[in-house]
């Protein structure tokens, strides 16, 4: 599946098309509920939110308020019950399954709070994953020093050099994130979702994260997407959107507030 296929056409976009793609990722009226027992429980309540290529935005809000349901449900891990996911444009969410993993796979990177590592895998393992998911066992073996060079390149890029045989048993915390944040940039992907990505960490560690994910924006054009319940560590991005009890209550530019 190509998602950019508009960009490349020799007809000029019209002006709707240009309005679209000024969207890198778009939720529309999205409503998602969870069945506990007999009782429907609702999580989101008609949410819409556009995040723009390049943006760096937060979505924070109490425990229960649905920013990681809207997370999941932007990056495809989960479906809405009702409304519609765009990328550039183009609805996503209803895709058959196979070009919902695939875009999991190549255009969107994902770390979590509790890095979800491998245990038996070394660093290089783990940050190699990805790629061993997309080729399939006989693509890898075939381009193994190829790949395996360009995993080492970036654990250099996140300052993990010395950790490349170490298994996650023998990293920090602060380790693990910066592992985590390798994984999901060696398939190259266009939209990073970060689910409390400092969360379980203590203060220099996360200092040393949000830093190395604001790098990644500015000097890479990588569109960032971050839930957190913390707004010291939200306002560290461009914008923040703030969800309570499943609707959006705060659409905020946070361009003057943003440090560094």
């Given at each position: 599946m190509?998602?950019?296929?508009?960009?490349?056409?020799?007809?000029?976009?019209?002006?709707?098309?240009?309005?679209?793609?000024?969207?890198?990722?778009r939720a529309v009226a999205l409503e998602k509920s969870y069945l506990k027992g007999n009782h429907k429980i609702p999580v989101l309540r008609g949410v819409n939110v556009s995040i723009r290529k390049g943006e760096f935005l937060s979505i924070v809000g109490q425990s229960g308020s649905g920013k990681s349901t809207l997370l999941h449900l932007?990056?495809?891990?989960?479906?809405?019950?009702?409304?519609?996911?765009?990328?550039?444009?183009?609805?996503?969410?209803?895709l058959p399954a196979h070009a919902r993993d695939e875009l999991r796979n190549r255009v969107f990177g994902f770390i979590f709070q509790f890095y979800h590592l491998l245990p038996e895998l070394s660093l290089l393992e783990n940050v190699l994953s990805p790629l061993m998911i997309r080729h399939g066992l006989r693509e890898y073996l075939r381009h193994r020093r190829e790949y395996r060079a360009a995993a080492r390149e970036i654990i250099g890029r996140v300052g993990l050099d010395h950790r490349m045989k170490h298994k996650p048993s023998e990293m920090s915390g602060g380790e693990m994130q910066r592992a985590a944040i390798a994984r999901a940039l060696v398939a190259r992907p266009q939209i990073l979702l970060a689910d409390e990505p400092t969360g379980n960490l203590d203060a220099q560690s996360g200092r040393e994260v949000m830093d190395l994910l604001r790098r990644l924006n500015e000097l890479e054009g990588l569109t960032i997407i971050m839930v957190t319940h913390d707004d010291s560590i939200a306002r560290q991005a461009h914008r923040i959107v703030r969800l309570n009890e499943g609707r959006i209550e705060v659409l905020g530019d946070q361009a003057s507030t943003r440090t560094g």
């Open positions: 190509t998602v950019d296929s508009t960009l490349h056409s020799e007809e000029a976009p019209s002006p709707r098309t240009l309005n679209m793609l000024e969207h890198h990722v932007l990056g495809l891990l989960d479906s809405p019950n009702v409304g519609e996911i765009e990328l550039q444009g183009k609805r996503i969410d209803d």
